[in-house]
């Protein structure tokens, strides 16, 4: 009975381990195209989506816009993928990937709009 109460244990402790650490590892803060640049792991940098114009690419399979960031920098994010719907409506864009040359290859787009439960005066 003891020995099956510790692989017991032994078993939830390594799950918890193993989650915790894919937990840390799916985490990362916001950062600067700056900071990213410098980085050799995916990152997320949220920023405003610069002239709300979308190109696509690679026969549709793919999208590209200019996304600035906090510090006003202006970079291409190329995404190999469909545009989300509701990009043309975002207030921000945080966007998860890396630099590949002098572009942002984004892996995940996330779009941020604003509330459809605001007061129709208080929207920027």
């Not at 999208?63 to 975002?90: C, K, M, Q, W």
Request: overall charge neutral; hydrophobic content about 40%.
């Amino acid at each position: 009975m003891r020995r099956r109460h510790l692989i017991g244990i032994i078993i939830v402790v390594l799950a918890i381990s193993f989650c915790g650490m894919a937990l840390r590892d799916s985490l990362s803060p916001y950062v600067s195209f700056a900071e990213a640049r410098e980085s050799t792991k995916i990152v997320q940098v949220k920023g405003d989506f610069v002239d709300k114009k979308v190109s696509l690419w690679d026969e549709g399979r793919g999208i590209s816009f200019f996304l600035e960031d906090e510090e006003g920098t202006r970079v291409r994010v190329v995404y190999a993928g469909a545009a989300p719907d509701n990009i043309s409506h975002a207030t921000s864009v945080v966007v998860a990937g890396q630099y590949q040359g002098a572009d942002f290859l984004a892996e995940r787009i996330l779009v941020k709009c604003p509330s459809k439960y605001q007061v129709e005066g208080d929207r920027q």
